[in-house]
């Protein structure tokens, strides 16, 4: 008999604090080499712990809500009984928060984040889960809410008002923007218009072409490619301040800030984006993105970030201020809204009137370590890249 621990793997060894949400298996339940055995929750991603070996899950040590550090055992796999216990989980129910259900059969479950357990009640029982609320974590369905609606089923647990518990995400988020706003940084924000015309064009030129290629060409990749161009301008601004000295990256890694609605805000980074052109920016950010949105984001893609970019325009606002720092960069990019405006354009020496695709750039600073002369430096030549790209 061969007794494998279950340990976090390497590129999860951070030191990130962590804790876990939810173990997919019971114990004494089979599982498989590399199939997922529990959900593990960071202040930054929820990832997999997939089972080091095939055998019975023969103990289980840390529960949900507990802490894991890099030295933590989580459980146990006897690899001695890898063929003779049945499996009671399949494995694609076990993926079941990256994949939502697809069968006729479970038409009703719309929530990719319910247990195999509850799954099967829900399926078994054809409820209408809209019609329940979740009390567990993160208002997950868990399998008391079931078994509390089966005793009663024509009444609905939803309420005129409810309570989220805070994830541990949002909690960080929270901790980290107002130490960055009110305990660090002294926060300045210049504000610029830019014209988009040219690379609106550019786009609807070559866009059909990066697709054949695999890379989405997203008016991202464009401003990505202004920051650095911006950066290698105004030096400092890639930069993060030390108590006697202010060290500048050679490297430009910009983080992504990426909205994940209710439950937070993540911050993807692209690595050596000076060494990229534009297809290669586009093509790592498609790759990036794609990651994303499926839940495959590793804690290693959110470190290491230089500067950040924030697109708040997607969700419709035009100005954002102050956008908080993130720490220990130095300044935050602000990509606005864009909307046609009507503005004043000369032409052969006469001002005249046109109606432009527009939206406000800002950049705040952290003020110990950029002037407002540095902030408008890195803006002009940002505006100026786009304005007039080939």
Known sequence: MTIIDIKLSEDQREGTKAVINQWLYKQGDFVEKNQPLLELETDK????????????????????????????????????????????????EAKRFIETASDDKDKNITNNHISPAVRKLITKNDININ??????????????????????????????????????????????????????????TSVFNLDMSAIINHRKKNKANFEKQGANLTFTAYFIAASVA??????????????????????????????????????????????????ATANALTKMTNKARMNKLKHTDTKGG???????????SLIATPIIINQPQSAIL?????????????????????????????????????????CNQFLSSFVETLESWK
């Open 306 to 316: 230089t500067f950040t970019i924030s697109n708040h325009g997607v969700s419709g």
């Open 131 to 188: 019609t329940i609320v979740g009390t567990g974590k993160n208002n997950r369905i868990s399998k008391r809410d079931i078994l509390k609606y089966l005793k009663n089923p024509g009444k609905s647990n939803k309420q005129t008002s409810s309570h989220i518990s805070i994830s541990r995400m949002r909690s960080s988020i929270a901790e980290h923007m107002v130490n960055s706003l009110l305990h660090t940084a002294p926060h300045v």
């Open 230 to 279: 911006g950066i290698k301008k105004v030096p400092l601004i890639n930069s993060q301040l030390h108590k006697e000295s202010i060290e500048i990256f050679n490297s430009i890694n910009i983080g992504i800030g990426t909205s994940l609605n209710d439950e937070g805000l993540i911050v993807p980074v692209l690595k050596n984006c000076e060494n990229h052109d534009l297809f």
């Open 334 to 374: 602000g990509i606005g809204k864009m909307e046609k405006r009507v503005v004043v354009k000369e032409l052969d020496g006469n001002d005249v009137l046109a109606i432009k695709p527009m939206c406000y750039v800002s950049l705040t600073i952290d003020h110990r370590v950029l002037d407002a002369h540095q």
């Open 45 to 92: 991603v929820m990832m997999e712990v997939v089972a080091p070996s095939t055998g019975e899950l023969s103990k289980i040590i840390l529960k949900s809500g507990d802490n894991v550090t890099d030295e933590s055992i989580i459980g146990k796999i006897d690899d001695s009984k890898g063929n003779n216990t049945k499996t009671e989980i399949a494995p694609l």
